[in-house]
């Protein structure tokens, strides 16, 4: 039987709390897993991880960490904005 990928949707949703090491063990290898076969998604994580870094460099080093969860209408708008692929 083969496992399901999880969506886009689900990399973006769950994005801090991976990078945060808040995922369960399970539910981050599920996120590997779909990053492994997404280059898209792989481009985005870096991107995020650079934007972070800028922010944090730009306030000091004292960036709080935001949200857990993105709102379902940034998601829907950041996957708007996309290539296709």
Same mark, same amino acid.
């Given at each position: 039987?083969?496992?399901?990928?999880?969506?886009?949707?689900? &990399?973006?949703? $769950?994005? %801090?709390?991976?990078?945060?090491?808040?995922?369960?063990?399970?539910?981050?290898?599920? $996120?590997? !897993?779909? %990053?492994? /076969?997404?280059?898209?998604? &792989?481009?985005?994580?870096?991107?995020?991880?650079?934007? &972070?870094? %800028? #922010?944090?460099?730009?306030?000091? #080093?004292?960036?709080?960490?935001?949200?857990?969860?993105?709102?379902?209408?940034? /998601? !829907?708008?950041?996957?708007? %904005? !996309?290539?296709?692929?």
């Amino acid at each position: 039987m083969s496992q399901k990928y999880i969506t886009c949707e689900e &990399v973006i949703t $769950f994005l %801090l709390s991976y990078l945060s090491g808040e995922l369960s063990a399970e539910k981050a290898g599920e $996120f590997e !897993r779909h %990053l492994a /076969v997404c280059p898209s998604c &792989v481009h985005y994580l870096k991107t995020y991880k650079a934007t &972070v870094e %800028l #922010g944090r460099n730009a306030l000091g #080093g004292t960036a709080e960490p935001g949200p857990s969860a993105l709102a379902p209408e940034m /998601v !829907r708008a950041i996957l708007a %904005l !996309r290539p296709p692929g």
